[in-house]
């Protein structure tokens, strides 16, 4: 049996994802080593997700790929997970999701440059669909500028390892309920940056695919 295509797989997920309140970022599919093949489902929202949300979310993904009967009897392991701290900023709800926190950005050719820099970084400030403030100068001389979405080729949020000045998060406006405080050494920040992941392994021998089996998917959460 052909193995189903990360579209498919997309469409029969993101209604699930969708009811849960969550948005779907990614679906992936790749071999696992061995037999089994990994399918990671990566999810978000504007307030973080707790673990039981995602190991709720991983039960009824679960069940819809066994209803569905998508991957036959060929053996798989389902990670349902978050995106790390360091992931790229490729739409209007990731920058707004990332407020307060640190970035490395790369403007577009011949898009004109805060301060004469095409790549450069800065603490994100209150966005929209259409541009995001950005706050430079870091702790010694931060200020704010706006610069249209449109322009800003690349972004990435930073790992930090100490919390930003008061005056810079405070022109940034600090950041979402829910979400980790950036250079937080109480372990939040490395606890988000590490992802919240649930997993489940579907074997043919063990769980035959029909509507009645049912697998407890481990909750994984690692904190350094």
């Known amino acids: 049996m052909p193995m189903p295509t990360e579209e498919r797989l997309?469409?029969?997920?993101?209604?699930?994802?969708?009811?849960?309140?969550?948005?779907?970022?990614?679906?992936?599919?790749?071999?696992?080593?061995?037999?089994?093949?990994?399918l990671t489902v990566t999810v978000d929202s504007d307030a973080g997700l707790d673990l039981d949300l995602v190991s709720d979310l991983t039960t009824d993904i679960s069940h819809a790929l066994d209803e569905a009967e998508l991957f036959g009897d060929q053996p798989y392991l389902l990670?349902?997970?978050?995106?790390?701290?360091?992931?790229?900023?490729?739409?209007?709800?990731?920058?707004?999701?990332?407020?307060?926190?640190?970035?490395?950005?790369?403007?577009r050719a011949g898009a004109p440059t805060p301060e004469g820099a095409q790549r450069f970084e800065a603490r994100i400030g209150a966005s929209t669909d259409t541009e995001v403030a950005l706050v430079l100068g870091g702790r010694q001389r931060p200020h704010r500028v706006v610069v249209p979405l449109a322009d800003i080729d690349?972004?990435?949020?930073?790992?930090?390892?100490?919390?930003?000045?008061?005056?810079?998060l405070e022109l940034a406006g600090g950041v979402l309920p829910g979400r980790p405080a950036p250079g937080d050494r109480s372990g939040t920040e490395n606890a988000?940056?590490?992802?919240?992941?649930?997993?489940?392994?579907?074997?043919?021998?063990?769980?035959?695919?029909?509507?009645?089996?049912?697998?407890?998917?481990?909750?994984?959460g690692t904190v350094e």
């Open 154 to 168: 690349k972004a990435v949020v930073q790992v930090e390892f100490n919390p930003p000045g008061a005056a810079e």
């Open 192 to 220: 988000d940056a590490a992802e919240d992941t649930t997993e489940d392994l579907h074997d043919a021998a063990d769980y035959p695919n029909d509507a009645d089996s049912s697998v407890v998917a481990p909750t994984e």
């Open 79 to 107: 990670e349902v997970t978050t995106p790390g701290v360091d992931r790229p900023l490729a739409a209007p709800r990731h920058w707004r999701r990332a407020q307060g926190r640190k970035a490395k950005i790369s403007m």
């Open 10 to 38: 997309s469409q029969l997920i993101a209604g699930y994802v969708e009811r849960r309140g969550l948005d779907l970022e990614g679906v992936t599919l790749a071999a696992a080593g061995g037999v089994h093949n990994r």
